[in-house]
């Protein structure tokens, strides 16, 4: 199977940021897969019923950040 590496970066307010989490976790709930957009074309891929969660939050003087990483 050939990789697939996508990252999107984009400025948002808290609202829109919780939305797209919600959207992303309902996903997960719903359809046991995730899908998303990528240079038009719409990529899907499944997601087992267990996974491996892992949350790092790290808080400094320069800025703060949350990081949430689903593996399986």
Same mark, same amino acid.
């Given at each position: ?8 970066? @984009?400025?948002?307010? $808290? ?10 976790? %309902? !996903?997960?709930?719903?359809?046991? @897969?995730?899908?998303? $957009? ?8 499944p997601?087992? %019923? !267990? ?22």
């Amino acid at each position: 199977m050939d990789l697939i590496d996508f990252e999107n970066e @984009q400025t948002l307010g $808290r609202e829109e940021a919780a939305a797209k989490l919600r959207e992303l976790a %309902d !996903q997960l709930a719903r359809h046991n @897969q995730i899908s998303f $957009r990528d240079k038009g074309l719409k990529t899907t891929v499944p997601v087992p %019923d !267990q996974v491996t969660m892992s949350i790092e939050v790290e808080v400094g003087s320069d800025g703060s950040e949350i990081e949430v990483e689903i593996s399986w």
